[in-house]
């Protein structure tokens, strides 16, 4: 199994090393689509799994969730978040096992998710579905210092409940002078390049495991893609996520970054429990 970079009492040092920094931001990888932002004391969540609860859950049938990358860290340690977000409904990014023990060392917690899903989200994690912060497409709400707004994500369509709310959707967090681009689970589709280019991204967080119908599950963006989506919204770096955490549903960075060398496009590859920081930017 892959080690991260930092786990446990090293991962929670690094985090602590930085806490009080007044310049720049940073972040970390957690796995799958899930990122630790962190902005002059200040902490967002974004679509954390942090546990093993799909490997349990699909151990028995015929579409095992092998874990490839050990845990950076048990979610009940991480008692100082103040917004963690859920994108969507799939268990990688809503886990009961993961949400219910931040909800539980972080009594003044901020959850975010789709306002399309709020009975579904309350159902999960036994909560008052009054409790999250519901948005939609353009929707934004501030804890501060953060400013979230919700944009479409179609994974692999854009999915909409009866009300016409969108069930999938990337955010945009604005904190500061910085402008972060989280796009949970979505594919490339008409008009998501017009609904980014305005919003002067700097990092772009994209998923590049692709689609593959052996998989029997909802696909995302390959490495291509997203290497191209970041140029065409300007991004001005990329990180790819949802990759290397479950064996039947990965794949290499390796297309990604010749796409992103072709085009000129600034980008990190990130290890689990890795820490980037917006210091490579301000030159």
Known sequence: MIQPVLADDAFL??????????????LWW????????QWQSRHLLLDPYLSDSLTKKYAATDKPHVRMTARVVAPERLDFIDVVTSSHNH????????????????????????EANRAFVADRLGINPAGPLGLDDGRSITVQPFTVTGVPA???????????????????VRFGPWTLYHSGDTVWYDGIVDALNPRHIDVAL???????PERRVAGNLDGVEAARLAHAIGARMVIPCHFAMFTFNTASPE??????????????????????SSDVLAG
Do not use: K
């Open 30 to 37: 957690l796995g799958q689509s899930g990122f630790l932002v």
């Open 206 to 212: 994209l998923p590049i495991n692709g689609s593959a």
């Open 13 to 26: 040092a690094d985090v602590a090393r930085t806490r009080t920094t007044e310049d720049g931001f940073r």
């Open 255 to 276: 297309a990604f970054m010749d796409e992103a060398n072709r085009l000129g496009q600034p980008y990190a590859v990130l290890r689990n429990g890795e820490c980037w």
């Open 154 to 172: 179609a994974h692999e369509t854009l999915d909409r409940d009866d009300r016409g709310y969108l069930r999938y959707l990337g955010y945009v």
């Open 91 to 114: 268990t990688d990014h809503l886990d009961a096992e993961t949400l219910g023990p931040l909800l539980r060392v972080n009594p003044d917690l901020t959850l975010v998710i789709p």
